[in-house]
């Protein structure tokens, strides 16, 4: 049945992020799928909550409370995989992330801790996963980038230059980990987390928002982590290198921030 090349049955996943939001939704599905599934973030009791629910799928799950905007706790990840589940398939770099800031106000410090966040973090754990997944045999890594990545907006410089960044690292690491690891991102719109609690609790600018997305409606976390299921599955097993848009169709930010012209 064509549904059978969705299952990950006794694969492991590694999944960044995954306290709440995009990673939580991610790696519940992937368990749902059939995976056991590292879930990585700062916060423990956030990540015990998506622990339990992956264990009432069948699925068991391993927590690991770390600071992922140090690169070599990220990379460590890939060992946590291994010493637990005895192998590792799947991982998910989605832990990212910049606050938006004008170019005038944006430091190159604040440029390259942004790059270091969405970029050198995943970086880190992909090149510490490869050698497990090819003793695996085979397997697919995730990036998690974003539409800020491909228009342009004012105040999300350093956001979409990290992301846009994340992007094209995912074809050129596609490249090169080709033909048993895949590599592809997603690159996700408006979607109701924790980062646009505000928006989706003021209703008159999640209307304005909604009016200006094609689909008129901002995503669901569950709308990206399908997606991901597709990428990391025998599904998408002819997929690597690309940048799939989960985005409600934008072709431009659906929300500006205001910013005014330089006086």
Known sequence: MILDRFRLTDQVAVVTGAGRGIGAA????????????????????????VAERIGETGRK????????????NAAALADA????????????????????CPL??????????????????AHALTRAAVPAILRAGAGSIVNISSVMGRVSGRGFLA??????ALAHYTRLAAADLAPRIRVNAVAVGSVATSALEVVVNNPELKQRMEAATPLRRIGEP???AATILYLCSRAGGYVTGKVLEVDGGQQAPNLELGLPDLA
């Not at 005038?104 to 973090?121: G, I, P, Q």
């Open 81 to 100: 995989a291994v010493e637990t589940f005895g192998r590792l398939d799947v991982v998910v770099n989605n832990v990212g992330g910049t606050l938006p």
């Open 222 to 224: 569950e709308d990206v």
């Open 26 to 49: 991610t790696a519940l599905a992937l368990a749902e799928a059939g995976a056991d599934v590292v879930l990585a973030a700062r916060t423990r009791d956030q990540l015990d909550t």
């Open 104 to 121: 005038a106000d944006t430091s190159t410090e604040f440029l390259e801790e942004a790059f270091r966040f969405n970029v050198s973090t």
């Open 159 to 164: 956001y979409g230059t990290a992301k846009g």
């Open 61 to 72: 799950a391993h927590v690991v409370a770390t600071d992922l905007a140090e690169p070599a």
